[in-house]
């Protein structure tokens, strides 16, 4: 549109100067009239040309607009081309964008197209305390949603700072009430990560936006809830011990248990049948060593000649 401008005024004033030198008498003042409004001119037709011409790049769309705010129309395919002068173009990026939140920042955000930089969310967990989250959400546009969004917010630093980041610090700002601070740093990290993906797409489903990874880098608390966490964590731990040497223990129980069965059927098995080879062999073995209590006890072995030193 700028360019459209000030070619227009180029135009008429390179008009203008060619006029002066026709109606000249003099042929120095004529010749001089007729080259600065020729180029005037020139520069006019290449002003016009400019604000005509465009080209659209991946991952980007634009919306076209006339003079009075109204939309003509919209380009999201890759390509040139051109358009009315007085028109002008409203640029959308749809790649992945970036909101990202972490420390504690000075200031607004900052809003650049689509992306924020933002300080650290404060949200309340479970029992009331307070969270100092690190965060970054990406996200993309719908490019047939661009229209739309131009209508409702003029641009998309606009769209981003009302819509994006509002419905990014609200989402957060829920969910981790339903978890404790052990549960929220640790075990239910991922569940509530995978919460506020859920609840942040639903809310920007209707705005063409598609959430594609929400990471939660950092969480913090105050002095007084860390130290409550560590407390926490140790008994826990102390707790996890004592189950193993629970654990420990029955098993040793079972293998006592285990051992005095077998035992005990194996005297049952000899209590049943006296008259077995094993019965027997068992009950020889007994008697030799109940003999061998009192002393005096000679064992021959089966097809030896024993000989006795009587002494005499």
């Known amino acids: 549109m700028a360019f459209f401008i000030i070619g227009i005024i180029l135009g008429v004033i390179g008009i203008l100067a060619i006029i002066g030198a026709v109606a000249s008498s003099d042929s120095g003042t004529k010749r001089t009239s007729a080259l600065v409004g020729v180029i005037l001119i020139l520069l006019a037709i290449a002003g016009i040309f400019i604000s005509s011409f465009y080209r659209v790049s991946q991952g980007e769309a634009k919306v076209v607009v006339n003079y009075d705010g109204t939309v003509a129309s919209q380009i999201s395919t890759p390509g040139a081309g051109f358009k009315a002068p007085w028109q002008k173009f409203v640029d959308f990026d749809t790649f992945s964008q970036t909101a990202t939140y972490a420390g504690g920042g000075d200031g607004a955000p900052d809003y650049t197209g689509g992306k924020v930089q933002g300080a650290e969310v404060t949200a309340s967990v479970a029992g009331g305390a307070q969270a100092n989250v690190d965060l970054s959400v990406t996200y993309s546009l719908d490019p047939s949603k661009v229209t739309d969004i131009y209508k409702q917010f003029r641009s998309q630093e606009n769209f981003t700072s009302q819509i994006i980041n509002n419905q990014i610090l609200s989402t957060f700002r829920d969910v981790p009430s339903a978890y404790s601070p052990v549960e929220f740093r640790g075990e239910k ?124």
């Not at 919460?195 to 639903?202: G, H, S």
């Open 189 to 312: 990290r991922g569940e509530a990560t995978e919460k506020a993906t859920q609840d942040l797409q639903k809310k920007l489903d209707k705005y063409g936006v598609t959430v594609q990874q929400v990471a939660i880098q950092d969480i913090r608390y105050t002095d007084t809830v860390e130290e409550s966490i560590k407390n926490v964590e140790v008994a826990q731990q102390k707790e996890e011990q004592a189950q193993a040497e629970l654990r420990a223990t029955e098993v040793s129980a079972q293998a006592q248990v285990v051992e005095a069965q077998a035992q005990a059927d194996a005297n049952g098995i000899l209590n049943s049948n006296p008259l077995s080879d094993t019965s027997i062999q068992q009950k020889y073995v007994e008697a030799l060593r109940e003999a061998g209590k009192n002393g005096g006890l000679i064992v021959v072995p089966e097809g030896s000649t024993p000989i006795l030193n009587t002494g005499k």
